[in-house]
Antibody
Framework: QMQLQESGPGLVKPSETLSLTCTVS??????????WGWIRQPPGKGLEWIGS???????YYNPSLESRVTISVDTSKNQFSLKLRSVTAADMAVYYC?????????????WGQGTLVTVSS | EIVLTQSPGTLSLSPGERATLSCRAS???????LAWYQQKPGQAPRLLIY???SRATGIPDRFSGSGSGTDFTLTISRLEPEDFAVYHC?????????FGQGTKVEIK
């Protein structure tokens, strides 16, 4: 059973870096069949794709966030990670990690439960 | 960037009724790369439909998707109690992947 689980601090100070990790179980992150992505949802608002990574390290980012985002993969731990620099109140959201089939690039067929990140001093 | 506009914002219906949700794109969606998700409070979204009309694994056949170009529809033929939720459409494919703002289907 494929499962994804986000982890990381729930509170980040303005101007600092948000760091989250997604641990994948029930399957290998090194599979050539999938991308792995991050999506966020501000409270009461819609979903926003942040970026995605392939096991090889190839990354694709939302242009609106690209200057502040880094997504990396650690195949030895079956994890991938998100770093978002210089956060502001606008970055407060529930952050989800998700699996994205290579054959249908961009859809998200398995999701983590999500983790709320609050930006506050 | 393709902007997706969902309507209505809220749909008030009774169990057993038919729900019709709309997703309109600001420009034509390549190869019908349009997906629908269901999201219940406090839960992650669940993939329902991809390729505008293909049901994801395990999705009941009361859910159907249709449309092409810039106009897409999600239809729930007979609402079950567990279907009251928020529904999101998503464009995917070559360019920036974007979501609509969601339609809430609530119990009347």
């Amino acid at each position: 059973q494929m499962q994804l689980q986000e982890s990381g601090p729930g509170l980040v100070k303005p101007s600092e870096t948000l760091s989250l990790t997604c641990t994948v179980s029930g399957g290998s992150i090194s599979s050539s069949s999938y991308y792995w992505g991050w999506i966020r949802q501000p409270p009461g608002k819609g979903l926003e794709w942040i970026g995605s990574i392939y096991y090889s390290g190839d990354t694709y980012y939302n242009p609106s966030l690209e200057s502040r985002v880094t997504i990396s993969v650690d195949t030895s731990k079956n994890q991938f990670s998100l770093k978002l620099r210089s956060v502001t109140a606008a970055d407060m959201a529930v952050y989800y990690c998700a699996r994205q089939p290579f054959s249908i690039t961009g859809i998200n067929d398995y999701w983590g439960q999500g983790t709320l990140v609050t930006v506050s001093s | 960037e393709i902007v997706l506009t969902q309507s209505p914002g809220t749909l008030s219906l009774s169990p057993g009724e038919r729900a019709t949700l709309s997703c309109r794109a600001s420009q034509s969606v390549d190869s019908n790369y349009l997906a629908w998700y269901q999201q219940k409070p406090g839960q992650a979204p669940r993939l329902l439909i991809y390729g505008a009309s293909s049901r994801a694994t395990g999705i009941p056949d009361r859910f159907s998707g249709s449309g092409s170009g810039t106009d897409f529809t999600l239809t729930i033929s007979r609402l079950e109690p567990e279907d009251f939720a928020v529904y999101h459409c998503q464009h995917y494919g070559r360019s920036l992947w974007t979501f609509g703002q969601g339609t809430k289907v609530e119990i009347k």
